[in-house]
């Protein structure tokens, strides 16, 4: 992640701003710095999945306010207010967007309690910014590809076939991940969840995200296939378009609220995933982990 922002240059700004000031008005309040490096999350593996997240921006709110939304690492500067507590939420592009950044839902904020010593820099470990999913978030679907069985699916058979790759090059963690090679004879992939998820699991307008992590040569589409609660059943057009990673493993956070929270009692979805061999080219590769769907109870 860049360290450089415009946010960063707003706050350096105002930082020089209130010290320039203090010395010509003695009366100005000096504030105090957070200094945060990076921050660790911690997962119960077996029930809530892998800990590996992007969180790109932390939400500093500070007596009821919004302080800064900035990415990390940061120095923030707080002035003294009522109450030294400064409550840090894990900020993450929402859809893959880097316009559209959002607190993530499901995780407990970091709480810090300072004395708001004028001037004096605040750095916070990483080992203290420690985010853990909130208490009530469901996990819905949880697939690693740990197990020869995963809960994925090809919508047909002429498609590239899937399969776990246990290459530790190619793994993202653990000790497999899902595989499809595109080829000229076989140009796309297209796979379903195996289980459809209805709206009796889902709190009307409560948050409802897929996290998946994923390396992909081609674009990788995902999307959801509805099936009303008189089973008339219809593909939606890709909610998100992820483009070739560059090589990487990438983290994506896709936000289905809109589109699945208000779904009646029996109506029910499930979420697919498609690529196509990019044009004039021999052959891609696409990989996918961790995909976990998650709400609140």
């Known amino acids: 992640m860049p360290s450089f922002s415009y946010n960063t240059l707003f706050f350096t700004i105002f930082s020089i701003s209130l010290a320039t000031c203090s010395l010509l008005d003695s009366d100005e309040p ?37 302080v800064a939304a900035v990415p990390i690492p940061f120095t923030l500067p ?12 894990p900020g993450i592009k929402d859809n893959a967007t880097s316009t559209n950044r959002v607190i993530y839902p499901f995780f407990d904020p970091v709480s810090l309690h300072l004395d708001f010593e004028p001037g004096k ?23 690693d590809f740990e197990s020869d069985t995963y809960s994925l699916e090809a919508m047909d058979q002429s498609g590239a076939n899937p399969k776990l790759i246990k290459d ?19 140009d796309y992939v297209a796979l379903q969840s195996f289980n459809y998820y209805y709206g009796s699991q889902l709190q009307t307008g409560s948050p409802v995200y897929v996290e998946l992590h994923y390396r992909n040569e081609a674009t990788l589409m995902i999307g959801l296939i ?28 896709v936000n289905l609220t ?40």
């Open 78 to 89: 707080i002035l003294q207010s009522n109450g030294h507590e400064v409550l840090l939420y």
């Open 30 to 66: 000096i504030p105090s710095y957070i200094r945060v490096d990076g921050y660790t999350v911690q997962t119960n593996p077996a029930l809530q999945g892998t800990d590996r997240q992007q969180v790109h921006d932390l939400w500093a709110v500070h007596d009821g306010n919004i």
């Open 121 to 143: 820099v605040y750095g916070i470990p990483a080992g203290e910014v420690l985010f853990s999913y909130k208490d009530n978030v469901r996990f819905l679907w949880l697939e």
């Open 258 to 297: 809109d589109q699945v929270s208000t779904l009646d009692d029996e109506a029910g979805f499930k979420v697919y995933l498609a690529a196509t061999l990019p044009a004039d080219t021999l052959g891609a590769n696409v990989f996918i982990d961790n995909i976990k769907l998650l709400t609140f109870e």
């Open 168 to 186: 530790n090059d190619d793994v993202f963690e653990g000790n497999a991940s899902l595989y499809a090679g595109l080829s000229p004879s076989r």
């Open 226 to 253: 509805l099936k009303s609660r008189d089973n008339i059943v219809q593909q939606t057009n890709p909610l998100l378009y992820l483009k070739p990673s560059g090589g990487v493993w990438k983290k994506v956070y």
